[in-house]
């Protein structure tokens, strides 16, 4: 039996563990549902939580030691020189009899068959046992959970604190991973600057990570300064960001201060198709209409400009994330009170004046989120430069020449085979580490705007 088969069977038995729990509490107080202690829907959640969880955890302690167990028997019916390989090649050599088993490979070699056709038969044993375990772990724990049913039994309390240990779970799931996302980025960027010294990668004016791997090659020594790369990011997203604020900031009061219900139930949905489209989309379109008619204007008034270029990408990009600004920043100035509103105008305030003076100040909490969101989004975006900018790291500030962003090149530097050993591959994580430090002064800076201008409202 599949694990997929199985987990859908093993809900289903917990559907079946719900309806029994939950007829055994009424009938031990004989229908009258007010002489127990939960409701009887508890008792089935009760039951239905005994009858899936040990099955579910069952299933994945199976699942983590399935793979280690099955192939250390398969490796034991290797010849004496397979299994006197290296862990590494063993690996390889597993991997072989696993595709020759999937079909990946066509046809199993002759001296593999053998191999294949054991592995086969230990995947299918494994199935099947860990069906058979499953499934009776699941009605044991829902006969015995419904054996423990009385009318003082708390249920509900149960329930409850399974229910609030799985959000503690998820949360310190989150949590770590988080946390491991950014100590492996740590720890591989302390590798880098073990090789290129972090002053040179701050404050190096020069770009060009290309490195000869090996002794015979020919190839450059490497320039690690990452100063274009940030200069091309606060560019690029400086640019959207002049043209999603404005734009968007002032959609939000039309549509939340002066459009009719009729004109805000067509424009929002129309307004928030932008966030919708790919972002591949937006890069065809800043290529192939955007870049060349900035081209051609900036040929007609006498400029250079460069094919691919910031202002092309920031123009699309700022585009791209006004729905950012605009969803937001209308959803918390919806928020005010209608009753501040109403005291402004009482107080001979025009509707500008109030609101100037009351709503945005009042919904600039969510304003600054609003931007804050737009803002990194802007700084994470890749396929719109890489199609609209270009690759070249330039150190500039002239909008109509080429330039590139952090993560493109944290891309372009991860693409195909890879050394990990190499300071071209470890720059992408000094890279992003960069982005993880300005992405947090950035929220810093979030905060203390939303402390410092929030005011408290009855």
């Known amino acids: ?45 009760y039951t239905a939580l ?212 009729r004109f805000r139930s067509v424009a929002k949905p129309l307004l928030e198709i932008l966030a919708g489209i790919p972002t591949v989309v937006y890069g065809f379109f800043a290529a192939l209409t955007v870049a060349p008619f900035i081209r051609d204007l900036g040929a007609d008034a006498g400029f250079d400009v460069s094919s691919e270029s910031a202002l092309a990408a920031g123009l699309v990009m700022g585009i791209m994330i006004i729905p950012f600004v605009s969803s937001l920043s209308d959803d918390f100035i919806n928020a005010v009170p209608q009753s501040l509103r109403d005291g402004a105008y009482a107080l001979g305030a025009t509707q500008s004046e109030t609101i100037r003076q009351v709503v945005i100040p009042a919904a600039l909490p969510g304003i600054v989120g609003g931007i804050l969101l737009a803002a990194s989004r802007a700084i994470g975006e890749t396929m719109i430069v890489v199609m609209a900018a270009g690759l070249a790291a330039n150190l500039t500030a002239n909008p109509l020449e080429a330039v590139t962003t952090v993560t493109t090149q944290i891309v372009t530097l991860l693409v195909g085979d890879q050394e990990f050993d190499s300071p071209k591959t470890l720059a992408a994580f000094a890279l992003g580490l960069v982005l993880f430090l300005v992405t947090l002064v950035l929220n810093i800076i979030a905060l203390h705007i939303v402390r410092k201008y929030r005011e408290q409202y009855e």
Do not use: C
């Not at 093993?10 to 031990?28: C, D, M, T, V």
């Not at 088993?101 to 066509?106: A, C, D, V």
């Open 1 to 45: 039996m599949q694990k997929s088969t199985l987990l859908f069977l093993l809900l289903l038995i917990s559907a079946y563990a719900f309806h029994i729990g939950r007829q055994r509490s009424r009938q031990i107080v004989g229908g009258r549902v007010t002489n127990l202690h939960s409701l009887p829907n508890y008792y089935g959640y």
């Open 50 to 261: 005994w009858a899936l969880l040990p099955a579910l955890a069952l299933l994945f302690i199976w699942m983590g030691f399935e793979t280690p167990v099955i192939n250390h028997l398969v490796i034991g019916t290797l010849p004496e020189a397979s299994r006197s390989l290296s862990a590494d090649n063993q690996g390889l050599l597993i991997n072989d009899i696993t595709n020759a088993l999937n079909g990946s490979y066509g046809e199993a070699k002759p001296e593999l068959k053998t191999t294949v056709d054991y592995l086969r038969s230990l995947k299918i044993r494994s199935n099947w046992l860990l069906s058979l375990l499953a499934i009776t772990l699941a009605f044991m724990g829902a006969f015995f959970a419904r054996s423990r049913i009385h009318k003082e039994h708390r249920a509900r309390n149960k329930v409850e604190q399974t229910v609030m240990a799985f959000l503690v779970g998820s949360s310190l799931i989150a949590i770590l991973t988080t946390l491991g996302i950014v100590l492996s980025v740590l720890f591989e960027s302390i590798r880098f600057f073990d090789k290129v010294p972090i002053t040179d990668f701050l404050f190096g004016l020069e770009w060009s990570p290309q490195i000869a791997m090996r002794s015979d090659q020919v190839g450059s020594s490497g320039a690690f300064g990452a100063v274009p790369l940030f200069t091309g990011t606060l560019l690029i997203s400086s640019i959207a960001l002049i043209v999603a604020v404005p734009i968007g900031l002032m959609s939000a009061i039309y549509l939340a201060e002066y459009a009719s219900l």
